[in-house]
């Protein structure tokens, strides 16, 4: 007998008065209990708040995407122990990649997204600099800042592994600290994944709590700053959203009752025919059917009804159920013996819609353990039926339906009222176009998966840690990962208006506009360290002739008209007459700023925002204002260094803008 | 007496059973009647949702924005009928300024980001493209659709123009109708807005509904593709939030104790110091103190206590309280009797902890209308007090407290447990990134004012059209405005998987690894309108000499050592030896491609993205592939083409990429 605790204020804390069973979801024997009513939840809140909180904002997005790293690498190393505490669950081995290595897979992207998308500092910028007046003194700049509270996360039973690490990722990287509530039926998977992370050693002191069992009274102690993250049922995503000041951000993941639509275009003996079936059966038996994006209805042209149920048939038909320890089983049970009672309740209420066109058989299983046998539907009038779309069987159970033609398909998909995901197989961009134009606004995510993309195809159920996963209406109207996205759900968006210098001082990023230095060294021979936003280089003029231009035009071979041609020229609405090449321009700039000698600078790699703002005639000069915009470190030898440059006319006025990206020595 | 009508379902509806009055704020009298029991918004909702909604969605974002635009112009030309009617709602002829010309104003910057930030398309493309397999054949695309649904405002009386005007902006720009509720008190000038507005014959059928008076039980009948924007008190917001379905989109902006902040570094005599000054007297008075945005609580070094209380009274003390209409008045009343009362009990709420340390007097206007006198309090003990970080008195009131250094002034200011704004006045870039840092979490805008940036500022309290508008907590935890930030609150953003070619179908514009088409004609000979996305050309090939090196050197002065030294540039950890300038490869790139006649393509206008991918040495030889990736159209005679270039060399492999805009005839 297991005694899961929690981790509570930096001490482990075992389960006592009020713990509840946890069982095997094969035996239904209980194996583990977990829960204590004496647990502080308030105290916790605290501890995260004053403890966690300021650990974590005293890091820069780097750092803690570096930890992230380190958790993950460590995970991965030590995941054995994960693969066979989760067997008790119903997890088959092929389960545990989605649970485990899924979860571990986001930690490692979210390492790397942190490294990629965020800066290295304390402050997100978020798009664009607003110029608010005529002349620049004054514009804005939306930033993100972390919240001062705490994240607080809800997880369903069915993912103690991923629902966990998907949710402090992206939490941990915005410098907000994190307490997890796994659901108890499972929660001596997560109790386990947490002592390894603790294991690890990177995190600070407070990011990281566990509430195993119940959560007393740790709504109450919620406010403005804290955020609660939600998976599992419409009814307790109720409960908890009634329990929260409102000003709490919470958002949920619930309830879905997910589609898959087959293309018009895919018959019989086509890719997408087979993509599909093999989809639906996958879903269908995956983690028996637990995933808040399993397939639960498929759409399919009504020709295609028959051959659809045939197809999907035959491979469940092939589908072993049994002990999930047992390498020759394709499907566990479901994770408990109330859990089997609800899928089974359930699925009645959709049989009373629609007739059984496949169910397997369990024999002597159906005696013992939390086995459920695959079905699947077939519902003959879906614009009559009410259940086939409301009611979420959390099994092995699907329904087939027939569309007449695409806006059917979707008005179908839509009766869903809001899901995760919706799929679509289809080899037709036109179809694919119509479709996410018409089922959108309904569906958190759109798959579509043809024979182009099949090799490398994620899967309809498959959250990406890239990509947003949530969906509206009866899905829960939450949106959890996509990157960035999920890190700015635990920071606070602020305008911030101001002077350029203010501005830069705020963000750490020079802009245009804001106070430069000048220094007695050219900025090419600074290392990387000692480049300092802000830092220019004023070049000297240089004057442009025609000879210029037509040695350019013959040298690159680059002979366009506006160059060439004074009458062709004059005729374009942008031009003077005969003007210099955009590319003379830069390359003449680069003359005017680079220093030769070997030195820091490592390498010109790229080039962002171009504008050519004023054609340079013959005879016009030019001269170069190149001004230090920020840095990102890259590795031990050298980091990436944006610099902007203006180059400007002899009467001062703006010729082209540029940032320009550069490798510098460290 | 004036008969406010509600305009529903296409048709006026004028006030009738259950109708409130509407008096003058001056005098006090009754001057209109609006509401009628009888009014269906269920009917009224559903008519939005089945004319309104196709209808808008059938324009593209361009169109839409041009609708704005056509709506401003019109606004603008007949906004004296709205002033006209303004007075009677106590707002002077400065006040005009915020509500109208202030509402036209954001009508014309959304017409005009309309077709600067978004996509002459329906789906609006969110973030990058994201690769989700080793080989690209599968990725990932964040996309908005509008949602189906309507938009219900819910409006404050302080702005009955701007009020509505800045929340149906972004709705229409994104597809979506709108059904206004302006509050009662001033509803007759929404009306007339209203009318002007559909009198300029712009607007579908269905897009724009107006109730006044009560809403009856129009939140019933909203649901998930629905989104309620709502500005008022807390109370109010607590209601309309508990009446609607938890699916429905729901934004408040409410209560908000609006702190200012002088620096340490702003002391007597320094501009920061006087623009301080000027702003708390300007907040306290314009609208007479009704801005939810307004400055409450002024936070000043404690040294500099008395000056500002002295400076601040001295600029009070000039404020002339009188009729609005009368030009010589520079503070009109409250809105009625009953928000005078309201003021007052406020007041009196915060004056039992502090002291008053100026009152205004109003002689025989005390008597007649709804005037009441500004009022600046001292609170000597800012950390014991509750009330004035709490309490809004939305009138002419502030209050005035010391602070001990800047980690105090911060605390204090979040002691409002929220706001939709604070200022600072500061010349100190250190100053100003310490309170961002220590507030950003619980103010939804910072406002930073100092002598170079006084010439252009916005204000404290003005809300602009491109900046957020909106705080955490207490201010409701809502955002409008923002730009394209507001139009996505009324869309949907979904994640869409795919191949790149049915990514591009989807998005409309052509994303590298999807299908290409290459034509017979050289893509530069074609129009505008002949531009497809995928429109494909693939160069000859170019071999790069050490002589075209050499030459480019002493030809651009570009003599980087990384082209010059070969030694040099082994010991470089990007090169393998001398390699080729990128602006040469940049440069001969556009020899290959450009076709030189005269002919649709005017101008190569910018470059965006640019990443040298891999270095090409003497001997290489270089080639492109040149692709339509989407187009924009700018006025009846041109439109920005976005070409992707593609340059690799004789093996095939990647050395450069980047997007190219040019400017191409109709």
Not at 87 to 92: C, E, N, P, V, Y
Not at 477 to 496: D, K, N, P, S, T
Request: proline content about 5%; aromatic content about 6%.
């Amino acid at each position: 007998m297991q005694h899961v605790e929690s981790f509570a204020k930096g001490v482990w804390v075992p389960s006592g008065a009020g713990a509840r069973e946890i069982c095997d979801a094969a035996t239904g024997q209980v194996i583990a209990l977990a829960g204590n009513d004496n647990l502080d939840p308030g105290g916790m809140i605290g501890y995260a708040r004053e403890v966690g909180g300021p650990a974590l904002r005293a890091l820069d997005f780097h750092d803690r995407a570096r930890m992230l790293k380190a958790l993950a690498v460590h995970l991965n190393a030590t995941k054995q122990a994960l693969y066979d505490l989760s067997f008790s669950t119903g997890a088959t081995q092929a389960d545990h990649g989605f649970d485990v290595d899924g979860g571990i897979g986001t930690l490692f992207v979210y390492a790397s997204k942190g490294r990629r998308d965020l800066p290295e500092g304390h402050v997100l910028v978020d798009g664009g600099f607003e110029a608010l007046g005529r002349t620049g003194a004054f514009a804005g700049q939306h930033v993100y800042t972390p919240r001062l509270g705490v994240a607080f996360h809800v997880n369903a039973f069915n993912f103690p592994v991923w629902g966990m690490l998907e949710k402090i990722a992206p939490a941990l990287l915005a410098g907000v600290p994190s307490i997890v509530k796994p659901a108890t039926a499972t929660a001596h998977v997560t109790e386990l994944c947490v002592r390894l992370i603790l294991e690890a050693g990177v995190l600070p002191e407070g990011a990281l709590q566990l509430v195993a069992g119940g959560v007393g009274d740790a709504f109450a102690h919620l406010g403005a700053q804290d955020a609660v993250t939600f998976t599992g049922s419409a009814a307790t995503a109720a409960v908890v959203r009634g329990a929260l000041d409102g000003a709490v951000r919470f958002t949920a993941e619930q309830d879905s009752l997910n589609a898959t639509i087959l293309g018009p275009d895919a018959g019989v003996g086509s890719p997408e025919f087979d993509l599909l079936v093999k989809e639906v059966a996958r879903e269908m038996t995956v983690k028996a059917g637990q995933k808040c994006t399993a397939i639960r209805r498929v759409l399919v042209p009504q020709p295609l009804l028959q051959p659809v149920i045939e197809a999907v048939s035959a491979r469940l038909s092939r589908v072993v159920v049994g002990d999930p320890r047992d390498a020759a089983v394709t499907m566990g049970p479901v994770v408990s013996l109330a859990q089997r009672r609800d899928v089974l309740d359930q699925a009645e209420r959709i049989g009373a819609e629609a007739e059984i066109a496949f169910r397997g058989t369990l024999g002597a299983l159906a005696e013992r353990g939390a086995f459920v046998a695959p079905t699947l539907f077939h519902c003959a009038d879906p614009d009559g039926a009410e259940a086939v779309h409301a009611v979420e069987a959390f099994g092995p159970v699907a329904t087939v339906m027939g569309y007449r033609d695409l806006p059917h398909a979707c008005a179908l998909a839509n009766r869903g009222q809001g899901s995760l995901v919706a799929s679509l197989f289809t080899h037709d961009g036109a179809v694919a176009r119509e479709v996410v134009a018409g089922i959108g606004a309904w569906h958190g995510r759109v798959y579509i998966n043809d024979r182009d993309a099949a090799s490398e195809a994620t899967g309809h159920g498959a959250p990406m840690p890239h990509l947003t996963h949530g969906g509206p209406g009866r899905a829960g109207g939450g949106e959890e990962l996509g990157g960035v996205r999920a890190v700015q759900h635990y920071m606070q968006r602020v305008a911030v208006q101001g002077s350029p210098s203010m501005l830069g001082a705020v963000t750490g990023r020079w802009v245009p506009g804001a106070d430069r230095t000048a220094g007695a060294t050219h900025p090419f021979r600074l290392r990387f360290a000692d480049l300092v936003p802000g830092m220019s280089l004023r070049t000297a003029e240089r004057v442009i002739s025609v000879e210029d231009i037509e040695h350019f035009a013959a040298f690159t071979g680059d002979t366009f008209y506006a160059h060439m041609d004074a009458d062709a020229a004059r005729r374009n609405p942008f031009f003077p007459g005969r003007v210099a090449h955009g590319y003379l321009i830069l390359s003449f700039a680069a003359g005017l700023f680079v220093e030769p000698a070997e030195g820091p600078v490592l390498a010109n790699t790229g080039l962002d925002n171009l504008r050519f703002l004023k054609p340079v005639s013959p005879g016009d000069s030019i001269a170069v204002d190149l001004t230090v915009m920020d840095r990102t470190s890259r590795n031990a030898e050298y980091g990436e260094v944006r610099w902007h440059a203006a180059v400007s006319n002899q009467d001062g006025a703006a010729v082209a803008e540029y940032e320009l990206l550069t490798m510098v020595a460290k």
